[in-house]
């Protein structure tokens, strides 16, 4: 329940960031992707079933409040939960250097995939022009931001996992 409670908060306080205080912050336009870095990470933590449903509802929100079709972030999103959380397997708390690699490359994936379904079928076929000035600013700015934002979810994290596991103990 502590788990439940703390992602659907994580999910909520991310968006609010990203919608808020990094359109503050932004450069150029862009602004890193939080939902991107939370359901990676989570996927990443806690396997591919948890990081479809976490990228499911930061998709979800995504579409509710920006989208033109409800759903299509949802799906671009739940994908990258269910791709990054087949790496759960070879998670260790204490590597960050995988983790970031593969939160930039869910942000290279989101932001390529956005612009074959959104752009490139309106024939709009400047990817070049796509891919540094939007693609590529964004994972970066992603990575620099997840530097800080990881650690503070893999702490919480094996915070909630020592709370579970010593109310098991309890019980056996």
Do not use: H, W
Not at 61 to 70: E, T
Not at 75 to 98: R, S, T, V
Not at 138 to 157: D, G, H, Q, R, S
């Amino acid at each position: 329940m502590r788990r439940f409670f703390f992602t659907v908060l994580s999910i909520i306080i991310s968006f609010i960031l990203q919608t808020t205080v990094f359109r503050a912050l932004d450069f150029s336009g862009i602004v890193p992707n939080l939902m991107i870095i939370l359901t990676s990470s989570y996927a990443f933590m806690r396997g591919d079933k948890s990081g479809m449903a976490i990228g499911m509802f930061c998709g979800f929100l995504v579409d509710i409040f920006f989208g033109s079709y409800l759903g299509f972030y949802a799906l671009i999103y739940m994908y990258i939960g269910f791709i990054i959380g087949k790496f759960n397997k070879i998670f260790f708390p204490e590597n960050i250097l995988l983790p970031l690699a593969l939160i930039v490359s869910s942000d290279f994936l989101f932001g390529f995939v956005c612009y074959v379904l959104l752009f490139m079928f309106r024939n709009k076929f400047d990817i070049g022009y796509y891919m540094i000035n939007i693609i590529l600013p964004e994972a970066v700015y992603t990575a620099l931001v997840a530097i800080f934002i990881y650690p503070v979810l893999i702490k919480i994290n094996t915070y909630l996992e020592d709370i579970e596991q010593r109310s098991a103990k309890k019980f056996v």
